[in-house]
């Protein structure tokens, strides 16, 4: 259970997802929360009626927030101070790397994460689906879902709850390949 895990959500503002509206993130540090951050995030671009209908974000709440450069460089270290988690990660670590990608900022070539969806997956096998909000609701867990911070702290307290159980995470890590976008296959020879 010891170890530092960075549990992360985004929100998007069009069905394009490369850039974030806003980002929650939750530290788990020695079998608890140790941190939480949210902060809404200007995408400098349009958005979708669906993702306004979905997360209630609108172009007027960001036009003075952060932009995702200015919001790097604080939240930079703290994605660097631990195992990145999210629940159905391939798509926030998508949405990750494409911002930096996008803005030009240097990060890591590759950059391992585990999936709450995943390991729910493999040790909640009884449950109809794993959505966050079925994950939230079986665990008694407040959920404000599809709110990066509320999202991001379901996400931290389902991956203490398998820590918590005596599962190990090191069985879900994965590396992301932040330059092609996808997640890198064992044994494929990039690192």
């Not at 939240?75 to 631990?82: A, E, F, K, R, V």
């Not at 240097?106 to 709450?116: D, F, G, L, N």
Request: hydrophobic letters at 40%; one cysteine or more.
């Amino acid at each position: 259970m010891n170890g530092r895990y960075i549990a992360f959500d985004v929100e998007t503002p069009n069905y394009a997802n490369d850039r974030m509206s806003a980002i929650g993130i939750t530290v788990v540090e020695a079998g608890e929360i140790a941190g939480e951050y949210y902060t809404l995030v200007n995408p400098e671009q349009r958005f979708d009626r669906f993702n306004i209908a979905l997360t209630g974000i609108t172009p007027e709440m960001v036009a003075d927030k952060p932009t995702f450069p200015e919001l790097w460089r604080e939240i930079g270290p703290l994605m660097d101070s631990g195992l990145l988690i999210a629940h159905n990660a391939p798509f926030d670590m998508s949405v990750l790397a494409k911002c930096l990608r996008d803005y030009g900022i240097c990060w890591h070539p590759t950059v391992r994460y585990a999936c709450t969806c995943q390991m729910s997956r493999r040790l909640l096998p009884q449950l109809p689906n794993h959505k966050l909000n079925t994950l939230s609701d079986y665990l008694g867990l407040e959920l404000d879902h599809h709110h990066a911070g509320s999202d991001s702290m379901a996400c931290g307290e389902i991956l203490l709850y398998h820590l918590r159980g005596g599962a190990s995470v090191a069985p879900f890590i994965r590396t992301y390949d932040m330059e092609r976008l996808c997640t890198v296959r064992a044994g494929s020879g990039r690192r």
